[in-house]
């Protein structure tokens, strides 16, 4: 919470979470440059995420790659028969969409929905390294419990 807002409660009588850093899903799973789509995906699988950040050597992001992007090149049978030879960096979105853990959740649903995407990837302090991912699904409840007190 900021310095000087009200603590919203929500229906249950808990406080009701303002920020992305309240929200967000920490420690996500990692894919990391020249990971492979084969390995990409057993780790979405294996998890139960949908997309994956994508880091460089160094810890920064660099990209997302989602399941989306898997279906494409399945779909486009030359792109998945190179599978072991095509890696994340190949096929990930690009710039990732990132917000910082401060922000307010409003910002956060006003993005994805502007952008139409599912996700946002969440940066730390250093505004380089992902802490975690952000769902639409981690918004339902917090955005209804606030609408509806």
């Known amino acids: 919470m900021r310095m000087n ?12 979470p303002q920020t992305v850093g309240e929200l967000l899903t920490q420690g996500p799973v ?12 057993k780790l979405m699988e ?8 994508v880091i460089d050597w160094e810890g920064r992001l ?3 790659i989602g399941r989306t992007d ?7 049978d030359s792109s998945w028969r190179a599978g072991p030879r095509l890696s994340v960096d190949q096929l990930m979105s690009q710039p990732a969409v990132t917000i910082g853990s401060d922000s307010f959740i409003d910002e ?14 969440v940066l730390g302090p250093d505004g380089e ?10 918004l339902v409840r917090p955005i209804a419990e606030r609408d509806a007190s």
């Open 46 to 53: 294996f998890y139960g995420v949908g997309g994956l950040p």
């Open 5 to 16: 807002e009200p603590e919203e409660v929500g229906v249950n009588g808990l406080a009701t």
């Open 30 to 41: 990692l894919g990391i440059v020249g990971m492979s789509l084969d390995d990409a995906a």
């Open 70 to 76: 898997l279906l494409h090149a399945r779909v486009n």
């Open 108 to 121: 956060a649903a006003e993005v994805m929905e502007r952008l139409r995407i599912h996700r946002l990837v």
């Open 129 to 138: 390294s992902p802490i975690g991912v952000l769902a639409a699904t981690d």
């Open 62 to 64: 660099v990209g997302v």
